[in-house]
T-cell receptor
Framework: DTGVSQNPRHKITKRGQNVTFRCDPISEHNRLYWYRQTLGQGPEFLTYFQNEAQLEKSRLLSDRFSAERPKGSFSTLEIQRTEQGDSAMYLC????????????FGPGTRLTVT | DQQVKQNSPSLSVQEGRISILNCDYTNSMFDYFLWYKKYPAEGPTFLISISSIKDKNEDGRFTVFLNKSAKHLSLHIVPSQPGDSAVYFCAAFTGKLIFGQGTTLQVKP
């Protein structure tokens, strides 16, 4: 078990470009969460999946954001037409349904929009 | 609206002494409360949790206290060690985690 992995670790993009991040959870975990963290703040919930079903999306998640977990394993988070305000650390976490409060986080993808 | 608040951005203690980190919340419906620890360039790591029906949970040097009437929880670290220096996040769980802003703990040798 290698833990939760995220790729890329860093992404610099120009405003208006699309970006996609990937998260590979711990293999037996059926829940996968996405959070966003900005400087000086705690992580903020974006969305989560149980297996391949997206069960909840935050109102923070504008229509430029879309997430998928096509086979209930890895997940992708895409941001279209990036804005400078999208610059943040994007964190992925996985867990089991039972005890879902104990989440295992990846190292995050740091996005910088110039 | 900030449902989980950590009002102290930083805390500095001497090695061997007690560290007390505090957290306040507004929603009485939270099921669990947790503390996560974060080192630079890493994701948060689960530290300890407490169910909303309990008032204390202990795990080695770490103890979490929950005061439901005051909507307040605290994390006690005894004795504090330099390796405990990190950012500590309080969080509440209600299907998802709601985090506080974090407190940076520095333990001086």
């Amino acid at each position: 078990d290698t833990g939760v992995s995220q790729n890329p670790r860093h992404k610099i993009t120009k405003r208006g470009q699309n970006v996609t991040f990937r998260c590979d959870p711990i293999s037996e975990h059926n829940r996968l969460y996405w959070y966003r963290q900005t400087l000086g703040q705690g992580p903020e919930f974006l969305t989560y999946f149980q297996n391949e079903a997206q069960l909840e999306k935050s109102r923070l998640l504008s229509d430029r954001f879309s997430a998928e977990r096509p086979k209930g394993s890895f997940s992708t988070l895409e941001i279209q037409r990036t804005e400078q305000g999208d610059s943040a650390m994007y964190l992925c976490a996985s867990t089991l349904v039972q005890g879902a409060y104990e989440q295992y986080f990846g190292p995050g993808t740091r996005l910088t929009v110039t | 609206d900030q449902q989980v608040k950590q009002n102290s951005p930083s805390l500095s203690v001497q090695e061997g002494r007690i560290s007390i980190l505090n957290c306040d919340y507004t929603n009485s419906m939270f099921d669990y409360f947790l503390w996560y620890k974060k080192y630079p360039a890493e994701g948060p790591t689960f530290l300890i949790s407490i169910s909303s029906i309990k008032d204390k949970n202990e795990d080695g040097r770490f103890t979490v206290f929950l005061n439901k009437s005051a909507k307040h929880l605290s994390l006690h670290i005894v004795p504090s060690q330099p390796g405990d220096s990190a950012v500590y996040f309080c969080a509440a769980f209600t299907g998802k985690l709601i985090f506080g802003q974090g407190t940076t703990l520095q333990v001086k040798p």
